[in-house]
């Protein structure tokens, strides 16, 4: 049966990605729902792999099942972003499924998805399935044991949200200022634009995504033991943590982080002038303490705690709480240093 338009068309953005992008399209294909309802648009960015070449074999071989399919070539990649932001605009769904070439889909995933969003209020513009990835650090751990099981407020629109068109009738598309050549803190900033408007976007922790995470990692670490494998992996984990530390020094991240900000509603911003406030002064306070000068720390002591314990508010799960307290420890340190980039320079 012809439909006279797709109920969803999904915007799967690719970028080298030969290591993971059959899983995606097989994950794709699989669903357990009616193809001919479903719009096909994968957007590349200028793949130097052999990337297109599994998408035009998958494209021949499956593209009769789906209403319809389309492949956009951009002749270098300009983000993820841009690649989204063309796609959605080619796209005729209802319901739009961002998806990421990394990201894998049980059976099951769009029928849920779906399902969700046609039963919640429709101030709910989004429904994210929790990600589950294939190389979990202890961070990554400790994120996806707190948010199973539950459903979730979230203020990002990621690598694999159904989305009801409206959202971006209204709003607008994805930025894609933030950060070139790659693109960063796009995704919640447009969850930002969302919430400010009085959205909400739901993380259904009950539904499950696998995300490919290790794909590098597994391809270059050595196959004589595990043991060496796990180290070699435990290595870049560090590695990836530093870069990510540097990055916050970079002043594209202050650009990215005050689009935010300036999209995100007042409590947002409340939230973040204190992280900032409570950064950088911890050394003038230390100084002032060496000199004899105690008040300031004590106000220093006696506020940190109150910020820290909002941020355990915003991601407590009472069936696990140490996990929930050390979690929201480390996010209260990194949202610290990450604020300390609102008092750098303007990248322009």
Known sequence: MRFDAPLISIVLTTY????????????????????????????????????????????????????????VVH??????????????????????????????????????????LELVDERVVAAIPLHNPTCKDIISSWEYIIRRGR??????????????????????????????????YEDIELGARALSKGYEIHLPGTLEVVHETCDEASSEAPTTTTKQGNIINKVKVLLRYIRVLKGVLNPRYRYALVKYLRSAPITENIRWCTYTTLAVSFIPITILMFMGMFMPLYTWILASPVVYFDVVHQYWNSKVPHVSLAYAFIAYVWRLIRSIALVLPVYT
């Open 16 to 71: 080298n990605s030969e290591r993971v992008v059959e899983k995606a399209l097989k994950g794709v294909v699989g669903q357990d729902f009616p193809l001919n309802r479903v719009e096909l648009i994968i957007v590349d960015g200028g793949s130097k792999d052999n990337t297109l070449k599994m998408v035009n074999e998958f494209t021949e071989r499956y593209s009769k099942l789906f209403y319809d399919v389309k492949v």
């Open 75 to 116: 002749d270098r990649n300009y983000g993820v972003s841009k690649a989204r932001n063309d796609g959605i605009k080619m796209s005729r769904g209802r319901y739009i499924l961002i998806l990421d070439h990394d990201v894998v889909m049980p059976r099951d995933t769009l029928a849920k998805l779906l399902h969700y």
């Open 151 to 184: 459903i979730w407020r979230t203020n990002a629109v990621t690598s694999c949200a159904l989305v009801r068109r409206e959202l971006f009738d209204e709003i607008g598309l994805y930025d894609e200022t933030l950060g070139p050549p790659h693109t960063i």
